[in-house]
């Protein structure tokens, strides 16, 4: 009988396998608590270009459309490939943070006309799919318009359903979609916070949150020219919304009168608001970590640069041309070359 060969195997705890957790995923670069100053670019020139325009206007921050705002796309309307990457590469490069991108002004997902509706799931579907493309980081939609013969509760319901309809297929990823404030004109959704809070519970299984437009607030009612305004309209804000879904706030003064229910941007501290009401917004302890983004007129060049610049000089820092980042501490008061860029900032 052949002699029985016995091994004992040991057991060894390191061989057991263990599969990897999932690596921690990295903060974005921007995320790194420091202010953050962006402005609404073209991307006439190329998608691309918006970037180096931002960059050049001192902004740390970028708000674009994806594609025209006024016409509907044709076919899928997807950036091409080469381009998307060219655009995430160069935005790294720039260390420009958030990226937004504003959805196109045609989209109208409160619309009872069926036909509308349908195109504007479809166009705002194509929206979510450029801004991933990009890797933006949030997606701003205006909420829609009703008409006067629907009411506001059929309106919220379809405008939820038309969300999750566009997203629908899609991994958003660390893309959030955010509702912005109106000013209250006709019969558009989104002038009350309520509204705003309804339609982010009924599509609670997407990333929603809001974009506060300071122009849009004034117009609306809310005066917040004052300390006592702003302290009521933020807490307001986050006795409804919640202050932690606000990422996004659209820093435009009003050519209009308060409560005047009609949308018209102005510059920084040239219209009804006032610069001392912008410093403080800026500089308000509850909006750390928030995203600042001028979408003024440009009526006369330099207007974009000017508008930047006066968002800095709010926050007691000025624009560097030749700077790294664009920016450099605020000078010592009584020197010449401060007081005529000062004075350049806010005309």
């Known amino acids: 009988m052949p002699e029985e060969h016995r091994i004992d195997l040991a057991f060894d705890a390191s061989d057991e396998y263990r599969p990897e957790p999932p690596p921690v995923p990295e903060i974005p670069a921007w995320k ?42 044709r076919g899928t309307g997807r950036i091409a490939e080469a381009d998307a990457t060219r655009f995430r590469e160069r935005r790294k490069e720039l260390q420009l943070g958030p990226v937004v991108v504003h959805d196109n002004y045609l989209i109208n997902l409160a619309s009872a006309n069926p036909v509308l509706r349908a195109r504007s799931v479809q166009a705002f579907h194509q929206e979510i799919v450029r801004a991933i493309a990009l890797g933006a980081d949030y997606l ?28 629908r297929g899609l991994k958003l990823g660390d893309l959030q979609l955010l509702l912005e404030n109106t000013a209250g004109q006709g019969t558009s959704v989104g002038s009350k916070f309520e509204e705003l809070r ?10 929603v949150g809001v974009c506060v437009d300071t122009a849009h607030l004034f117009a609306s009612g809310w005066d917040i020219r004052t300390e006592e305004g702003l302290e009521t309209t933020l807490m307001a804000l986050d006795g409804t919304i919640g202050l932690d879904r606000i990422a996004v706030f659209h820093v435009n003064d009003s050519k209009t009168q308060l409560g005047s229910r009609v949308d018209r941007h102005e510059h920084i501290g040239k219209g009804k608001i006032g610069l001392d009401a912008f410093h403080r917004v800026l500089n308000h302890s509850l909006l750390d970590g928030r995203a600042f983004i001028a979408e003024t007129p440009i009526d006369n060049p330099g207007d974009d640069r000017r508008n930047v610049a006066a ?26 070359k401060k007081s005529s860029r000062k004075e350049s900032a806010v005309k």
């Open 140 to 167: 701003v939609a205006h909420p829609g318009c009703c008409g006067a013969d629907r009411g506001m509760p059929q309106a919220i319901s379809s405008i939820a359903q038309g969300l999750k309809q566009a997203a």
């Open 198 to 207: 309804s339609i982010m519970d009924a599509c609670s299984d997407l990333p």
């Open 32 to 73: 790194d608590g420091s202010r953050r100053i962006g402005i609404h670019t073209s991307i006439a020139g190329g998608i691309s270009g918006a970037l180096e325009i931002a960059h050049g206007l001192g902004a740390n921050a970028v708000q674009i459309f994806s594609s025209s705002p006024r016409m509907w796309t």
């Open 311 to 336: 968002l800095w000089k709010l926050l007691g820092r000025e624009i560097e041309p030749t700077g790294r980042d664009g920016m450099k501490p605020r000078k010592k008061k009584g020197t010449a």
